[in-house]
């Protein structure tokens, strides 16, 4: 989506414009834009999300700032 977007931008649309036309906000699009000028094409490809393959992620915290098993632990049930 933000090549297509910059694509877009490229091609003389206006940077609202193509924000409302990807339901994003101009901001996004500015930064979009951005990461493209200083990394091109590469820089807006996806990358992958989450823990490296291999490794395990820390624990999981709730609202309260405590990990899941901390809070279980608490519980009286």
């Known amino acids: 989506m933000q090549l297509l977007a910059v694509s ?3 091609e003389g649309r206006d ?3 193509v924000a ?4 994003v ?3 996004a699009v ?3 834009r951005a990461k493209w000028q200083t990394g091109g094409r590469n820089a807006l ?3 992958p999300r989450g823990c490296p393959v291999g490794e395990t992620p820390g624990p999981v915290r709730g ?3 405590r990990s899941t098993a901390d809070r279980s632990r608490s519980h009286p049930l």
């Open 30 to 32: 500015d930064n979009w």
């Open 63 to 65: 609202r309260a700032g």
């Open 8 to 10: 877009a931008l490229v």
């Open 25 to 27: 906000s101009v901001k």
């Open 20 to 23: 409302a036309l990807f339901r």
């Open 45 to 47: 490809l996806s990358r």
């Open 15 to 17: 940077r609202v414009e």
